[in-house]
């Protein structure tokens, strides 16, 4: 048996996992603690006290996800002061082997780790071939792209920056809201995570209310004013994308409603533009944390429709089996998975 630490760390919240892997790669979670990131001023006290209070011998090995970039080994943390390095964490923790990841690799590698029937609900069954690449894409704050390539016996992860490439308008509506992100930011490009995240959520309400396409109540209105008076504070008292969802999906608001059908459209679509470049026939796996709360937006049809809307190839298209992640810990059981490979 090998003891093997897991982390999820984050601007907001860190999430540990002490993780016991046998000789045949089952992992059994021995205990797990959810920490407020900002009450610390590093990562070090954090795993300090989780282990003290595990009472266990110190793990052999660590891998902790990172919600931002990783560059060798090394990570600064959006909206924290924190810099973490694997070879200062090995010697002050005390853990042989430390390693840090983008936390989109690591729902990459936490895919592997899923139980199909518990943790997916599938969009489309397709024409499953498991020696294809795998596509994982992801909103939430913004947008995670990636794929897994099979080596041998095992799959490789590999991040990408796809969420930073442009978004494409297919018709009238969605030409005229590139151009209002244009002028309302004073931009050159717009970017598809611009669309298909959580702030794409309320800059497609935002666009829909100024543009006068729909009535904006007191309720709706009160909540997103609150959240643009807080831009560029570290911490948000409201949450605009999860309340226009929502309001959406009790279908109590024509706005939010509005909002939500352009949004699941253009991620439909995204997902389809992804598919195309890798042919995913391992599956196309749409994480992420907006997903699993909008299911039923996503099982309507107008998902997959825009999915595959693409011409000659949707033939192609509608061979990938698609499922939608549910279980929100994905990153969590992937670090674990990747620190059993160090």
């Given at each position: ?89 090995q010697e002050e ?30 969009l489309q069954v ?52 590139l151009k209002y ?162």
């Amino acid at each position: 048996m090998t003891l093997l630490l897991a982390g999820d760390i984050g601007g907001t919240k860190t999430i540990l996992r002490l993780v016991e892997a046998s000789d045949h790669s089952a992992l059994k979670t021995i205990d797990e603690e959810k920490y407020r990131s900002q009450d610390f001023p590093d990562l070090v006290p954090i795993v300090r006290q989780f282990l003290a209070k595990a009472k266990t011998p110190t793990p052999e090995k660590a891998c902790f996800a990172i919600a931002g970039p990783v560059v060798k080994n090394t990570a600064k943390l959006t909206n924290l002061t924190w810099f973490l390095d694997s070879k200062r964490l090995q010697e002050e923790l005390g853990i042989k082997q430390v390693s840090l990841i983008n936390d989109f690799e690591a729902v990459g590698y936490g895919i592997l780790g899923l139980d199909k029937e518990r943790d997916l609900h599938t969009l489309q069954v397709g024409a499953l071939n498991p020696e294809a690449p795998i596509a994982i894409l992801g909103a939430g704050t913004g947008l995670g792209e990636g794929f897994l390539i099979k080596r041998g016996e095992e799959y490789h992860v590999f991040p990408t920056e796809g969420g930073h490439t442009d978004f494409a308008p297919r018709n009238e509506l969605e030409f005229q809201l590139l151009k209002y992100l244009l002028d309302k930011h004073d931009i050159q490009r717009v970017s598809v995570e611009r669309v298909v995240s959580g702030m794409g959520i309320v800059s497609i309400y935002e666009f829909l209310r100024d543009r006068k396409l729909a009535v904006e109540s007191p309720e709706i209105a009160e909540v997103v004013r609150t959240w643009e008076q807080e831009a560029g504070q570290p911490e948000k008292s409201v949450d605009p994308g999860a309340v226009i969802g929502k309001a959406a999906l009790e279908k109590s608001d024509y706005l939010c409603e509005q909002t939500m059908q352009l949004f699941v459209e253009a991620y439909g679509a995204e997902a389809g533009n992804l598919a195309l470049k890798l042919l995913p026939y391992g599956g196309l796996y749409v994480a992420g944390g907006i997903a699993p709360k909008i299911l039923p937006l996503l099982q309507d049809g107008r998902f997959l429709l825009n999915f595959s809307q693409k011409g000659r190839m949707r033939r192609l298209l509608e061979d990938i089996p698609v499922h939608v992640v549910i279980d929100p810990q994905v990153g969590l059981i992937g670090a674990a998975i990747a620190a059993t490979r160090l």
